[in-house]
């Protein structure tokens, strides 16, 4: 019988835990899919990310790339959502237990403000649920345990749950409901860009 084969990557996540493993480092995904390939085909495979806009030209590049299938590219779907920039105005102390006001060291007049990936893990989860009839394995490279809810669903649907992820920053939760774990640190070398 065919396990057909889900693969869904966090582009955030990914990120964190390679610049985590090293800061040079950096995946190659045509190795890496070609990695998880060696054992069975995948059905189909997406990769989410916040971008903001305008989005450069280099990572446009790099989307494009991804789509792009074999030999050129790993034939990856990318689903780009729109990086949110919030205004900082106070941040917790955890020390004196209240929100304390932020300023620009240079000038008290600057705005502040954090860029947040949104969307992310909702497109993860969405993807995960609507496509449940098309696929018997999800593999899931994020470590977020805000997908929990979903992830449960998905394996009370009898469906297998794989983690193909750093050994850094994966939660417990989903760890402990995988029914395989792929640490990409114990073969980082043979998918490293």
């Known amino acids: 019988m065919l396990n057909r084969r889900l693969w869904l990557i966090d582009a955030g996540y990914m990120y964190r835990g390679q610049s ?8 190659d995904y045509v190795k890496l899919r070609n990695r998880l390939e060696s054992e069975e085909p995948l059905w189909r495979a997406y990769y ?11 990572q446009v590049a790099f989307y494009n790339w991804m789509r792009s299938a074999p030999p050129l590219g790993p034939k990856i779907i990318t ?16 020390q004196d237990r209240r929100k304390v006001p932020v300023s620009c060291p240079n ?7 954090r860029e947040q990936q949104k969307g992310v893990d909702v497109g993860l989860a969405t993807l995960a649920l609507t496509h449940i009839e098309n696929y018997d394995t999800l ?9 929990l809810d979903a ?13 193909l992820v750093f050994k850094n920053g994966v939660s417990t ?4 409901r995988a029914d395989r774990i792929y640490w990409i640190d114990e073969f980082a070398q043979d998918v490293a860009r």
């Open 48 to 58: 989410l990310n916040s971008v903001p806009h305008p989005t450069p030209d280099s």
């Open 139 to 147: 593999i899931l490279s994020s470590g977020d345990s805000d997908l």
């Open 173 to 176: 939760d989903l760890q402990c």
């Open 79 to 94: 689903k780009l959502y729109e990086l949110r920039s919030s205004e900082i105005t106070d941040l917790y102390c955890e």
């Open 20 to 27: 985590i493993y090293s800061r040079e480092y950096s995946i």
């Open 107 to 113: 000038d008290r007049a600057h705005r502040l403000s």
């Open 151 to 163: 992830i449960e669903y998905i394996t009370e649907k009898n469906k297998r749950f794989e983690l």
